[in-house]
């Protein structure tokens, strides 16, 4: 059955249902983006957003929640970022999540545009909190630009949260994500995975170890993982060790 995610979200019934493997999403809109939703088994009890990357849709990811990681009880929503000029493709428009200049860790970043997206995710988490969904049991994640904006967003948000999933990714915006700055919010020691294959030659693995250090000053429950010869992609056993982690923090939801 198809469920409204709160009165910010309106379904269109002229859009497609799309279908891979075994798995259907449909497309819910916000007046801010649409959103690839995998509805829950069984009564609704927690949501996990997920941003896909640079150049890529919510359709895919949600089709991999839905066929790998398929708890009992979970709510899955992969919005689509918005279509805009990316300077790093030289300027061509795509989804894209906030404007990227250079591949370097240091390059100079696009603060506007990251909190923007940031406010979009935020805007999904108070939507499922009036859907009755308690923030602790809302994870934020992402992959690669996605993931760094789940980061974020995460960190920042202003009630706890269940966790954290970062995919390849790294953490945006690092002079604000501080101990000093973050001293007393609610998230500064939230559960995070970060994950990343040891053969990334788009988001070296290099600044996923960098962020978990940076994290690490001031949050002790961030957890890396590195996987051998794996290319800015995910595995089979990383969706595992993704899917072992959100049971661990969310808890027995099928009761």
Same mark, same amino acid.
């Given at each position: 059955?198809?469920?409204?995610?709160?009165?910010?979200?309106?379904?269109?019934?002229?859009?497609?249902?799309?279908?891979?493997?075994?798995?259907?999403?449909?497309?819910?809109?916000?007046?801010?983006?649409?959103?690839?939703?995998? #509805?829950? @088994?069984?009564?609704?009890?927690?949501?996990? !957003?997920?941003?896909? %990357?640079?150049?890529?849709? *919510?359709?895919?990811?949600?089709?991999?929640?839905?066929?790998?990681?398929?708890?009992?009880?979970?709510?899955?929503?992969?919005?689509?970022?918005?279509?805009?000029?990316?300077?790093?493709?030289?300027?061509?428009?795509?989804?894209?999540?906030?404007?990227?200049?250079?591949?370097?860790?240091?390059?100079?970043?696009?603060?506007?545009?990251?909190?923007?997206?940031?406010?979009?995710?935020?805007?999904?988490?108070?939507? #499922?909190? @009036?859907?009755?969904?308690?923030?602790?049991? !809302?994870?934020?994640? %992402?992959?690669?630009?996605? *993931?760094?904006?789940?980061?974020?967003?995460?960190?920042?948000?202003?009630?706890?949260?269940?966790?954290?999933?970062?995919?390849?990714?790294?953490?945006?915006?690092?002079?604000?994500?501080?101990?000093?700055?973050?001293?007393?919010?609610?998230?500064?020691?939230?559960?995070?995975?970060?994950?990343?294959?040891?053969?990334?030659?788009?988001?070296?693995?290099?600044?996923?170890?960098?962020?978990?250090?940076?994290?690490?000053?001031?949050?002790?429950?961030?957890?890396?993982?590195?996987?051998?010869?794996?290319?800015?992609?995910?595995?089979?056993?990383?969706?595992?060790?993704?899917?072992?982690?959100?049971?661990?923090?969310?808890?027995?939801?099928?009761?």
């Amino acid at each position: 059955m198809l469920k409204v995610l709160s009165k910010a979200f309106e379904y269109n019934s002229s859009t497609d249902l799309f279908k891979i493997g075994n798995c259907i999403s449909r497309t819910f809109f916000t007046v801010d983006m649409s959103a690839h939703v995998i #509805e829950p @088994k069984g009564a609704h009890k927690a949501s996990v !957003i997920f941003l896909h %990357g640079l150049g890529d849709t *919510g359709q895919g990811w949600s089709c991999m929640m839905r066929e790998d990681l398929n708890l009992d009880g979970v709510k899955f929503i992969c919005p689509n970022a918005p279509t805009m000029p990316v300077t790093l493709n030289m300027g061509m428009r795509m989804p894209a999540w906030y404007d990227i200049k250079s591949l370097s860790f240091d390059c100079e970043e696009d603060g506007p545009g990251i909190k923007q997206s940031a406010e979009l995710v935020h805007k999904l988490i108070e939507g #499922e909190e @009036k859907a009755g969904i308690p923030t602790d049991k !809302i994870v934020v994640g %992402g992959f690669s630009q996605g *993931g760094a904006v789940a980061l974020y967003s995460g960190l920042t948000y202003k009630s706890k949260l269940a966790g954290i999933v970062g995919l390849s990714c790294y953490l945006p915006l690092r002079d604000e994500i501080t101990r000093e700055k973050l001293e007393g919010t609610p998230n500064i020691e939230i559960k995070t995975l970060m994950c990343h294959g040891d053969s990334d030659q788009v988001v070296f693995c290099q600044f996923g170890e960098m962020t978990k250090e940076w994290l690490s000053r001031f949050n002790p429950n961030v957890t890396f993982k590195k996987y051998a010869n794996l290319p800015h992609s995910s595995c089979p056993q990383e969706m595992r060790d993704v899917k072992t982690f959100l049971t661990d923090i969310l808890g027995d939801l099928s009761s």
